[in-house]
């Protein structure tokens, strides 16, 4: 899952064929305007505005330090790598620091951390995205670093190969030395299909991360590097007017270029493989179901704040129904739920859990498919929608406090083609989903759904459950 998202941002600080369409691939396009929801406060009040060259920028002023956060995202991430390619845009982020014209390879997080600063960079399926915190007056000095690269990367050929091998040791430091990483890169490709760009890991498979070469790097830059395919978002110390001047003197001089129409392929008819069974050397065994499910730019778009909130509703810790019929029954060690709604094309509807020692596994995933059953054939109740419609916003309102939550929660949604309400009002949304809506939105994507698969990763020498 990626972390960028607003429910991942906002999880954080809160501590079926009814719904598949056509399976024909086809551009996205733009999702319907939402439904009217009650008035509210924006929750940033951020200003956005768009430079002759097509770069959307949005503006967020905080006052609580003297220090400023720059973001640029990229629409395009893991899920718009190049067919038999998978990594290729995680490893052009790191490229993305050996240089451009105006600043030696290297020389970007120099310049930063002389002055205090840190940056970083990250890599989803649906953005990839560039960041740094500095005190408020080197912002100048950051937004030039920054349009230098998006207008030129200079990828240099002679540095490929050695960061090839860094990208790979990466992979075997977080993936393959890591049997829970192993289990959900499997798992994933058992619903979804190796080559789907759900089901490819966003580092990429070995074998086609060593086929990335510079050529592969430079065509996607020129493709998806475009700034009308960008979203600059800055939060901080900062007015406004400042911010614009700076922006315009820097970014703007990017020149603007074509971009590339944004396209995913089609769903599967039906999941690749419907049940996953891995033996890994671990100690806790763990169950996953996941289904495909709508999200807020895919399919029946009216299911995805319903299915955030029911999410909450079935795995948000205490009080929640799969910890009261799991973890509280003496079952469970833990259980969690998790929906992103807003994601660029089909998402997933997952629940994870883990049975304590000694329990057998069959048992514990019927007990977990009989909750599933009853809340199919009884639905959800206003009492318990509510507690969750709350504790959600509640979350919403604690994001306000950190530096990095607006940024994130404004690019990722302007990236995939949201808009920027969509964000500002979020919590109004999600306190106008009813218990009618969250019980409608379970039904379509919990009952009969073709793409829906099970895993069990189990301790070595463990019986498979039936």
Excluded at 350 to 369: C, D, K, M, N, Y
């Amino acid at each position: 899952m990626p972390d960028l998202t607003r429910r991942a941002t906002l999880a954080v600080a809160a501590l079926a064929p009814a719904v598949l369409p056509s399976l024909a691939a086809a551009q996205l396009v733009p999702p319907p305007v939402p439904p009217p929801v009650p008035p509210a406060r924006p929750l940033f009040g951020a200003g956005l505005w768009t430079l002759p060259n097509g770069l959307r920028i949005a503006h967020v002023e905080q006052r609580r330090a003297p220090v400023v956060a720059q973001y640029l995202f990229v629409g395009a991430g893991a899920g718009d790598d190049p067919q038999g390619l998978s990594g290729t845009a995680h490893f052009l982020e790191h490229m993305m620091f050996k240089g451009s014209p105006h600043v030696p390879s290297g020389e970007y997080s120099l310049r930063i951390a002389r002055q205090g600063g840190n940056d970083n960079a990250f890599t989803s399926r649906d953005v990839t995205a560039y960041y740094a915190q500095v005190e408020a007056s080197r912002l100048p000095m950051v937004a030039m670093l920054e349009s230098d690269r998006q207008a030129v990367a200079l990828i240099p050929a002679d540095e490929v190969a050695a960061e090839q091998l860094v990208i790979i040791e990466e992979r075997r430091q977080r993936t393959d030395v890591s049997p829970r990483a192993r289990f959900q890169e499997a798992f994933n490709a058992a619903m979804w299909g190796r080559q789907h760009w759900q089901g490819r890991p966003v580092i990429g498979w070995p074998d086609e991360m060593r086929a990335i070469d510079r050529q592969a790097l430079l065509d996607f830059h020129a493709t998806h590097y475009a700034p009308s395919n960008c979203v600059l978002v800055v939060a901080g110390a900062v007015t406004e007017a400042d911010f614009r001047r700076i922006a315009v003197e820097n970014f703007g001089a990017v020149p603007a270029r074509p971009a590339t129409p944004r396209l995913r392929a089609a769903p599967p008819a039906a999941a690749a493989s419907a049940r996953l069974i891995q033996h890994e050397r671990v100690e806790e065994a763990i169950f996953a179901m996941s289904w495909a499910a709508p999200s807020l730019t895919w399919g029946e778009t009216r299911h995805a704040y319903p299915l955030e909130v029911l999410a909450h509703l079935l795995g948000s810790g205490p009080g929640s129904r799969l910890h009261k019929a799991l973890v509280q029954e003496g079952l469970s060690a833990w259980v969690g739920a998790s929906s992103d709604a807003d994601t660029f094309g089909i998402s997933d509807f997952s629940i994870q859990t883990a049975p304590r020692r000694g329990i057998p596994p069959e048992r514990v995933e019927s007990a977990l498919r009989a909750e599933i059953a009853r809340l199919l054939d009884r639905g959800v109740t206003e009492a318990e929608t509510t507690r969750s419609t709350r504790q959600l916003t509640a979350g919403a309102l604690l994001a306000l406090d950190g530096l990095g939550a607006a940024p994130r929660m404004i690019g990722q949604a302007l990236s995939i083609g949201l808009s920027l309400d969509s964000v500002e009002y979020w919590p109004a949304h999600i306190g106008a989903v009813t218990a009618a809506q969250v019980t409608a939105a379970a039904r379509a994507v919990l009952g009969p759904n073709p793409i829906h698969t099970t895993g069990w990763l189990l301790p070595e020498g463990t019986e498979v459950p039936a």
